[in-house]
């Protein structure tokens, strides 16, 4: 087989694969998202500033994907979260057959919302289906104002674009209209959301977000 | 053939191609650095301030590697560097093959110095060979400073570790002295400097590196 050939099929087997982890996901009432960015934009600490916000009314589980380390699942746990740590090795993206590994590890009837926190990598997640019901991207402002149209793939495959650490712009160059200008030129559909999940500046409309995505999930199952 | 067959013969392939990048390369007298980090962390803007401090004595080439977009190469042009962008379409890294195809397009018998920008990603770009001399990674101060255990392969394969954006220091709960502290601990012989390439903090050391570099390849090749 040719690299193209294999490249085919590890995507249609990757698709199948998200169809059953989304009928599993779907049976047991759960609002999954699917989070990517470069490493270093926030993951993490938006995650923890979600669980903070969000726990005390809802079960939240999270699926941490990194290359080694079981750094970023030690801090979510301490946040409220439940879930599980997948180390890709040299791997650079999760792929459904991962997620579908690790469902029998998750009790998914108690929960509410899933967060899968992708590996950092703005290129390789891109077009990687789990099965989640809401794919969505992170930038940092401090990498600079002109990553929408050099990385288009991720934009055009995200529901929701959130521009995090708007507490430093004071100290940079930045423009954000600039920003959310491309990602609009990329995909029109593609929500924008900005905030800094270290100061809570903007949170709240983060938070009522991911509330009204999931009851307009249940509204749909009942 | 299984995924880890075409792996295998991809990355024999690139060693391949390699070495005859790594010949032509030498034969013309040139140092060669290939630069690999996330997206943001400030590789443009170091080859900016580079360029600025080395093109009165030396002749430099780029060769600027991004998913889409002439948008860096417009930027170091500016700078007087010569060179040639390459995209790679959805591709998450340079490879040997894309560097020996350019390399007719560039005038090597009259460069000094040859700096090569990876894609924007921290993982794939780790394990291929370019041609190159040098094989460095920035980490940005605004990336958190957990990332050499989380991404350790780029530092097992990295010459030289740049830690920029220092003058951001002030604004972050930032430790520097343990991110210094992991690189050590996964490589020894790599080396650490730290600098702002927006405001020139620590360039001067980075310039002398550089120099020395070439001096010492130019003195192996007398």
């Known amino acids: 087989m040719t690299k193209i050939d294999v490249q085919k099929k590890i995507q249609d087997e990757n698709d199948r694969m998200a169809a059953g982890n989304r009928k599993a996901f779907t049976d047991a009432g759960l609002l999954v998202l699917n989070l990517i960015s470069s490493p270093g934009s926030g993951k993490t600490t938006l995650l923890e500033s979600t669980l903070d ?3 005390d009314t809802m079960n ?4 941490e994907g990194d290359v080694s380390t079981q750094r970023d699942m030690d801090r979510v746990r301490a946040r409220g979260a439940s879930g599980v740590q997948i180390n890709t090795g040299g791997g650079c993206h999760l792929s459904a057959a991962m997620i579908d590994e690790v469902l029998g590890e998750l009790d998914l ?3 509410d919302v899933v967060f ?3 590996v950092g990598n ?3 997640p891109s077009t990687y289906d789990l099965g989640e019901d809401v794919r ?3 930038l940092s402002t401090t990498e600079g104002d002109d990553k929408p149209m050099k990385y288009p793939a991720i934009f055009h495959e995200s529901d929701l674009a959130i521009l995090n650490k708007i507490d430093l712009l004071p100290h940079l160059t930045y423009d954000i209209e600039k920003v959310a200008g491309e990602i609009e030129v ?3 559909k593609c929500e924008i959301l900005r905030l800094s999940a270290l100061t809570g500046d903007g949170m709240d409309a983060w938070i009522d977000w991911v509330r009204a995505k999931l009851a307009e999930k ?3 199952l009942s």
Chains 1, 2 share one sequence.
Do not use: K, Q, S, Y
């Open 122 to 124: 703005l290129i390789c």
């Open 116 to 118: 899968i926190e992708n």
């Open 109 to 111: 009837e108690a929960g």
């Open 218 to 220: 249940r509204g749909e």
């Open 136 to 138: 969505m991207v992170l």
């Open 186 to 188: 990329l995909n029109p």
């Open 53 to 55: 916000r969000l726990t």
């Open 60 to 63: 939240v589980i999270v699926i």
